[in-house]
């Protein structure tokens, strides 16, 4: 069972750092949990399907000439609009193009955010751990390593949970997620949760 969790934990990280460099969009599909992740790159005009009649594809949301700052802005506020689709597409795009971008790494939060709030539970912690893993430095590291949190209470995995609230609060003392992570400890130690043995 453990190795299953992290080979399914390095798919979904792998599919969502693929999508996240090379501009592809994370479908959900059935699987064994409902919970498979496949990649899919949309064709951007319509075409055929063998039977004449014309299968409807979406056109990219993506100016061809954008630069960083305003595909950033377009992003957020296409996640404010709650149309996650088009944010994790200009991300992806701004990721791609800007790799070194100075707001690379919120960038990369703010897919995590779009995932999370589409119920992706899976995509979104392998999208907070990226954040952590590629820029161990940046400024959003607190709201991902709180978020993998919430994704894993979201997926009834509480040992995993508790693990990252514990690190917000020991790493992270100062910052103001550490008042949400110790809240959520509380609630767990009220809950008999468990304590990770890591």
């Not at 056109?59 to 061809?64: A, D, F, L, M, R």
């Not at 404010?80 to 597409?89: G, Q, R």
Request: hydrophobic share 35%.
């Amino acid at each position: 069972m453990k190795l299953q969790k992290e080979t399914n934990a390095a798919m979904y990280a792998a599919a969502a750092i693929l999508m996240i460099y090379v501009g592809m969009s994370l479908t959900a599909c059935d699987s064994i949990k409902g919970r498979r992740y496949l990649l899919q790159k949309e064709p951007a005009v319509s075409e055929t399907d063998g039977k004449d009649a014309p299968v409807s594809r979406k056109e990219p949301k993506v100016q061809k000439e954008s630069g960083p700052d305003q595909l950033y802005r377009r992003a957020l506020e296409a996640y404010k609009s709650n149309d996650y689709e088009t944010s994790v597409e200009l991300f992806g795009t701004l990721l791609e193009k800007y790799p070194k971008y100075s707001l690379a790494d919120n960038a990369l939060y703010w897919t995590g955010e779009c995932l999370y709030s589409r119920n992706e539970f899976e995509g979104a912690i392998a999208v907070f751990k990226a954040v952590e893993e590629n820029y161990p430095d940046g400024n959003k590291v607190p709201d991902a390593l709180l978020k993998t949190g919430y994704a894993y209470v979201a997926v009834d995995q509480f040992v995993d949970a508790i693990y990252y609230f514990k690190r917000i609060v020991m790493e992270y003392p100062a910052h103001p997620v550490s008042e949400k992570a110790q809240k959520m400890l509380d609630r767990f130690q009220v809950e008999g949760r468990s304590a990770p043995s890591r």
